[in-house]
């Protein structure tokens, strides 16, 4: 059995994670070498930094012949705190999702318990019993308003230096939440960053795979990172994120595991590279796309 996987890709392969920042390719530029590099589809990356008026959106997209896989909520929190707040980041991206198109949001559960930029302990790196029955419920109260207010599915993201980041923490997360509503954006770099067993999520939790962020990780860098005890944002500037094929996890295993699913998944190239010159990201995103294509695993 074989499924169809569609590949894509989003702001953050070129240098984005904020809706407003002038080290960021400006987002113009953006669309553009997507297409360029020969994307088709794209995750909309954070909130505001593509146009949020969805006719200008959608003209903007129908122009470079793109589509959209799916919305992203970052910048919010983790589900565990702050649910008003996170309730109304997640239906402004929801509504902008539908109106362009896409089927998934991703919820990226960021600032996690460090400061990308100082390396700075915000909480503690481990959940209380009552933070992760918060956690669960929150999420499963998200996915809920998503798939019955707007027909979308929910994807969290585990995320490095937030309290589901390793094996134990996944699977726990998956355990605790509701199937019918919550589901993974599973992120190979960041699950590989911290030492998970990208394949047997894969094999473990097939159903509970609805959405892929595809990236890898400098084993080495990594390695480093957890020795000298440095933020994810601090590992990212220090170029962690590498550009297929030259990290860790292996493409070729997990696309095929993906693709043996038999199911219509998304696959976004998500290469972490914040911040980075604006002549950087393209060269980058067009050997990406090449290697990508060449494994004949997408539609």
């Given at each position: 059995m074989t499924g169809m996987l569609r590949l894509g890709s989003c702001p953050d392969s070129w240098g984005v994670w904020y809706a407003d920042d002038p080290r960021q390719t400006p987002w113009r530029r953006f669309l553009d070498e997507l297409a360029e590099a020969g994307y088709r589809t794209l995750e909309l990356g954070p909130y505001g930094y593509l146009p949020t008026d969805p006719a200008r959106l959608a003209d903007e997209l129908a122009a470079r012949g793109l589509t959209c896989a799916g919305g992203t909520v970052a910048g919010a929190g983790g589900?565990?705190?702050n649910l008003p707040e996170v309730l109304a980041a997640t239906r402004r991206v929801a509504e902008l999702t539908v109106a362009a198109g896409g089927r998934d949001v991703v919820f990226v559960p960021v600032p996690g318990y460090r400061d990308d930029a100082t390396g700075g302990y915000l909480a503690a790196r481990e959940l209380g019993y009552g933070q992760w029955r918060t956690l669960a419920a929150n999420t499963d109260t998200l996915g809920r308003m998503l798939a019955?207010?707007?027909?979308?599915?929910?994807?969290f993201h585990p995320h490095a230096d937030y309290q589901v980041?390793?094996?134990q923490q996944v699977e726990r997360f998956l355990e605790m939440t509701d199937?019918?509503?919550?589901?993974?954006?599973?992120?190979?770099g960041h699950l590989a960053y911290r030492g998970a067993d990208v394949l047997g999520l894969i094999r473990d939790y097939p159903e509970r795979?609805?959405?892929v962020h595809l990236k890898q990780m400098d084993p080495g860098l990594a390695a480093r990172a957890a020795a000298e005890d440095l933020a994810f944002g601090q590992a990212v500037a220090m170029g962690v994120s590498v550009a297929a094929p030259a990290g860790v996890p292996e493409i070729p295993p997990v696309l095929s595991a993906l693709s043996a699913l038999g199911r219509d998944l998304y696959v976004v190239v998500e290469q972490d590279m914040y911040p980075v010159g604006f002549d950087i990201p393209l060269p980058i995103a067009r050997r990406t796309y090449s290697y990508l294509t060449s494994l004949g695993e997408f539609a």
């Amino acid at each position: 059995m074989t499924g169809m996987l569609r590949l894509g890709s989003c702001p953050d392969s070129w240098g984005v994670w904020y809706a407003d920042d002038p080290r960021q390719t400006p987002w113009r530029r953006f669309l553009d070498e997507l297409a360029e590099a020969g994307y088709r589809t794209l995750e909309l990356g954070p909130y505001g930094y593509l146009p949020t008026d969805p006719a200008r959106l959608a003209d903007e997209l129908a122009a470079r012949g793109l589509t959209c896989a799916g919305g992203t909520v970052a910048g919010a929190g983790g589900p565990h705190q702050n649910l008003p707040e996170v309730l109304a980041a997640t239906r402004r991206v929801a509504e902008l999702t539908v109106a362009a198109g896409g089927r998934d949001v991703v919820f990226v559960p960021v600032p996690g318990y460090r400061d990308d930029a100082t390396g700075g302990y915000l909480a503690a790196r481990e959940l209380g019993y009552g933070q992760w029955r918060t956690l669960a419920a929150n999420t499963d109260t998200l996915g809920r308003m998503l798939a019955e207010e707007y027909g979308v599915a929910l994807r969290f993201h585990p995320h490095a230096d937030y309290q589901v980041e390793n094996q134990q923490q996944v699977e726990r997360f998956l355990e605790m939440t509701d199937p019918r509503f919550v589901s993974l954006c599973l992120d190979v770099g960041h699950l590989a960053y911290r030492g998970a067993d990208v394949l047997g999520l894969i094999r473990d939790y097939p159903e509970r795979v609805g959405y892929v962020h595809l990236k890898q990780m400098d084993p080495g860098l990594a390695a480093r990172a957890a020795a000298e005890d440095l933020a994810f944002g601090q590992a990212v500037a220090m170029g962690v994120s590498v550009a297929a094929p030259a990290g860790v996890p292996e493409i070729p295993p997990v696309l095929s595991a993906l693709s043996a699913l038999g199911r219509d998944l998304y696959v976004v190239v998500e290469q972490d590279m914040y911040p980075v010159g604006f002549d950087i990201p393209l060269p980058i995103a067009r050997r990406t796309y090449s290697y990508l294509t060449s494994l004949g695993e997408f539609a």
